[in-house]
């Protein structure tokens, strides 16, 4: 399971791996009140693509489809998260003050989007 949280909100026991998927720090925090188990900042959005952006709710399906093609091309990065949330729950920490705008939404819907293919193999014939 893959939860979206804000990092400036208490962790709790049911957070699971805490991933931090900001390309910055959050101001003011520090890292034991963070109590982030692993930051994954090259998974974020480019700076530009960031900036661009500016968590503007009218760019925020463009911004989607334009860091969804980042993360096209971020697959190790993409696959730390995938493994990370096999069988155990997973909360990506955000900062920004827009809790419905912003990367970690995005990611955990191209996670949930571009989930791998379960391929099988069918039964021999009788």
């Known amino acids: 399971m893959i939860k979206v949280k804000r990092v400036y909100d208490a962790p709790e026991s049911g957070d699971g791996f805490r991933i931090l998927v ?17 930051w994954l900042k090259d998974v ?4 530009e693509l960031r900036k661009w952006f500016g968590h503007d709710p009218e760019k925020w399906v463009e911004f989607q ?11 190790e990065q993409v696959d730390t998260i995938r493994q990370k949330a096999k069988g155990h729950t997973v909360t990506l920490l955000f900062s920004a003050h827009d809790a419905e705008h912003n990367n970690a939404i995005a990611l955990k819907g191209y996670l949930e989007a571009k989930r791998p293919k ?6 021999a014939a009788w």
């Open 22 to 38: 900001d390309r910055l720090w959050p101001r003011g925090l520090s890292k034991d009140k963070a109590d982030v188990d692993l």
């Open 44 to 47: 974020a959005p480019s700076d």
């Open 65 to 75: 489809r334009a860091y969804w093609t980042e993360l096209d091309t971020k697959k």
């Open 118 to 123: 379960v391929r099988f193999k069918p039964a």
